[in-house]
């Protein structure tokens, strides 16, 4: 059956090393005055100034890790709320009231993601190195509070500063049937590991 295009981010599957996917997490900080909407699931990257992580500009670079959800003072209920995405422009300035971010940042996660539609990622990819697709960035579904973001199908080689790694195609581990399992059509649900995270590289941003 052809997969549907439903995508959900990145999402947490589990360690390399085989343990539960409960570990790894930062507690970082987005500038109160970002416009962009940042849903869970959405990889996120180091501010090139201030104490700060935003939405990817580019999907074939650095990354410091996905957005599990954050904490902002909102104007409109006058109190500090928790909210699966960040909906964006909360104050007009930065350092007023900025956002709390909880950010998984860690590079031995794996997870699984929706390819974009615009090719079929095969199984004799695995091992290649994969960006981020361009068209998904800071564009979350604030009803859900989930990511938009897909992998990039087309983006993909040896280069070691792209973001994630094909590590196996969902299909070998989901149950027969499920969405994303159709590795004969584009959209197909796989498994990655991080590749160019901050936490496993040594250049500075």
Known sequence: ???????????????????????????LTIAS??????GTGDVVATSATGPYVSVLSSGLSQVRG????????????GRRVWSPFFPGSVQTSSG?????AWVC??????????????????????GLNFGVSSGTFGGANT????????LASTSFATTATLPWRLMDMYSNVAPPGTNGTDNT???NIVI???NNFDRNNTTGI
Do not use: H, K, W
């Open 143 to 150: 009803t859900t509070g989930l990511s938009v973001q897909t």
């Open 185 to 187: 059509s584009a959209g």
């Open 66 to 77: 996905v957005f599990m959800g954050c904490e902002f003072f909102s104007p409109t209920v």
């Open 33 to 38: 005055s970002d416009a962009n909407v940042i």
């Open 192 to 194: 990655v590991a991080p």
């Open 1 to 27: 059956m052809a997969n549907i295009a439903a995508p959900f981010g990145f999402r947490q599957y589990r360690r390399l090393d085989g343990g539960a996917p409960t570990a790894g997490f930062d507690t």
């Open 105 to 126: 940042t860690d590079p031995d996660m794996l997870y699984t993601v929706q390819c974009a539609t615009s090719a079929t990622v095969l199984s004799s990819q695995i």
């Open 96 to 100: 007023t009231n900025d956002a709390l």
